[in-house]
């Protein structure tokens, strides 16, 4: 029987997320990990909940998990054919907007980077997939980053799809252990290693200067988590460290980090590395997550854990009053919510300073210091240059490179009582907090965090850069 033409038309409507739309999102789903060769009952239970957008998270259908069959262009694009005729997926793009970026099975090739031979066919085989116009300039740039703002002022809601596949460095693994049974991966402190690639973090730079009222950063894998031993953006440290610093920077406000791969879900929370609380919600497992019960993997950053169970996410969004309230949970394959958190907009706010001030590219004098320098310097006279982000102390004066004092990458110039004299008399927080400043003496530990302390006031400068 063929369908009205109208029917088709709203179909096809429906595919893909339009930023134009006036409609204030409320409720939105997300999650990844979608075996479409295994029954997905939970795209029924998501459809029910009547989301306003789905944001797919990447492993959208899985290409490679047979080992017989080699990867190529026309599988890629046959395995998302038989996603798209799954009866549940077919229901919810029918009747709710989706975007979405690719990871590694979909992308085609487990743990793949930019070393995937057929990463420019799969780009076009997923943005068919989403029903991307063949206008768009996804078609024609490579990678399938992208964001979009939906709702109107004082109600906008960002979605920033990053690429963590067509740009990434090879990650490094160690030998295989037996014990275990797998690789895990390594560090890669390469200097030019990257995730992103140099357009993208341009990209991502111009994204983050667009105003927003709730911005959700789209990564495929996990941002805040540090200990488990499979891919996450810690294997490349320098790369996190850049992202953190340019949320900091471009005083992005209301960032939220959704991300995959881990088949489980997790909330984990990082209060030390941008000027707000930073959190990562991982749901991974539309159909892939373990059915039996398991213990929760090494995370020491983790708020809440739903360790085995299939799994969707959930955000509900109150625009009401002053100070909007979002609210994310973690729901299993019923519909039941198994984790979450409350937030008001307000908390997700910084003071462009962050946790961290970034100095690693400040161009110092021949023979000044960063802190990150001067901290390996024990026991030496050195000169240190930074911008001061918070002051402590009731009597001496504590001026820290981070907001957080207790940030175990923090340095402080301590300013003795007996040096507050001359122009340093009636210092406090007002008169260095967002300065810069230049001091020296000899690096001592305090509790094993680096700290230089003044001995003369002529040994203290406010620098204008």
Excluded at 117 to 123: F, L, N, R, S, T
């Amino acid at each position: 029987m063929r369908r009205p033409l109208l029917a088709l038309a709203l179909l096809a409507l429906a595919t893909t997320a339009r930023a134009d739309d006036p409609k204030v999102l409320t409720k939105i789903a997300f999650g990844s990990c979608a075996d479409q060769d295994k029954p997905l009952p939970i795209f029924d239970t998501m459809a029910a909940a009547k989301p306003d957008l789905l944001v797919l998270l990447g492993d959208n259908m899985y290409a490679d998990l047979d080992r017989k069959l080699k990867v190529t262009p026309d599988v890629i694009r046959e395995k998302y054919k038989l996603m798209e005729k799954v009866p549940g997926f077919a229901k919810l793009k029918a009747t709710c907007p989706m975007v979405g970026t690719w990871d590694d099975h979909d992308y085609g090739k487990n743990d793949a980077g930019v070393e995937w031979e057929h990463k420019d066919e799969a780009q076009q085989a997923l943005l068919d997939f989403f029903g991307v116009a063949k206008d768009d300039p996804r078609r024609t740039r490579k990678g399938v980053y992208h964001a979009e703002i939906y709702g109107p002022p004082g109600k906008r809601v960002q979605v920033i799809l990053l690429d963590t596949r067509y740009f990434r460095s090879p990650i490094k693994k160690a030998p295989f252990d037996p014990k275990t049974r797998i690789s895990a991966c390594l560090p890669n402190t390469d200097p030019d290693a990257t995730f992103l690639g140099a357009e993208q973090w341009k990209w991502l730079e111009e994204q983050l200067k667009k105003p927003a009222e709730v911005r959700l950063l789209a990564s495929s894998i996990q941002l805040v988590s540090d200990d488990h031993p499979f891919e996450k953006w810690a294997n490349i440290p320098k790369e996190r460290e850049k992202l953190h610093a340019l949320l900091n920077s471009t005083g992005a406000n209301g960032v939220i980090v959704l991300s995959g791969d881990r088949h489980l879900a997790e909330i984990s929370l990082d209060t030390k590395a941008i000027g707000y609380p930073l959190y990562d919600v991982t749901s991974s497992g539309f159909n892939q997550a373990s059915k039996n019960w398991r213990a929760p993997e090494a995370n020491s950053k983790r708020l809440a854990a739903m360790p085995f169970g299939d799994n969707f996410g959930f955000i509900t969004i109150d625009w009401s009053g002053d100070d909007p309230r979002v609210a994310v949970q973690v729901r299993d394959e019923d519909g039941d919510a198994t984790g979450g958190f409350k937030v008001r907009l307000s908390t997700l706010k910084g003071t462009g300073t962050g946790a961290a001030t970034p100095v690693v590219d400040e161009k110092l004098p021949d023979g000044v210091l960063s802190p990150a320098a001067a901290a390996k310097k024990v026991g030496e006279k050195v000169t240190v240059q930074y911008t001061v982000a918070s002051v402590g102390g009731k009597a001496n004066l504590y001026l820290n490179t981070n907001k957080d004092f207790r940030a175990k990458d923090n340095f402080a110039v301590v300013l003795p009582t007996k040096v507050q004299t001359g122009k340093w008399e009636k210092a406090g927080a007002e008169t260095f907090v967002g300065k810069t400043v230049r001091a020296t003496g000899t690096i001592k530990l305090n509790k094993e965090s680096p700290q230089l302390e003044v001995a003369d006031p002529k040994d203290l400068e406010i620098v204008e850069k």
